[in-house]
Nanobody, 126 residues
């Protein structure tokens, strides 16, 4: 059974940092590109960051550039999202997703990613 389980969300103040983790099981983790998306109430699910199978290539939404860092540990089947300088507009449920083409990150499109976690809530107060 394929599972992606996010953790690390919480309530923080503007300017704080958080690190989200996503633990994957039941899949050949090293053959998937991974990504983080987020969804605020009443809004679409948006791409935040993506990473290829090796971790060498990373991709960010404009809103995440310079503040967020995606990384992965293939030996532990983990992907991380380090978030710094958090803003109230970062408040959302954050989802981990697996996809890609033989581990290559190919698109930021939500519809491409077929494997999803249940999400973890991040709330940033002003």
């Amino acid at each position: 059974q394929v599972k992606l389980v996010e953790s690390g969300g919480g309530l923080v103040q503007a300017g704080d940092s958080l690190r989200l983790s996503c633990a994957a099981s039941g899949l050949a983790f090293g053959t998937y590109a991974m990504a983080w998306f987020r969804q605020a109430p009443g809004k679409d699910r948006d791409f935040v960051a993506g990473i290829g199978w090796s971790g060498e290539h990373t991709y960010y939404a404009e809103s995440a550039k310079g503040r967020f860092t995606i990384s992965r540990d293939n030996s532990q089947n983990l992907v991380y999202l380090q978030m710094t300088s958090l803003k109230p507009e970062d408040t959302a449920v954050y989802y981990c997703a697996a996809g890609g083409n033989n581990g290559v990150f190919v698109t930021r499109s939500v519809s491409h990613f077929k494997l999803w976690g249940q999400g973890t809530q991040v709330t940033v107060s002003s």
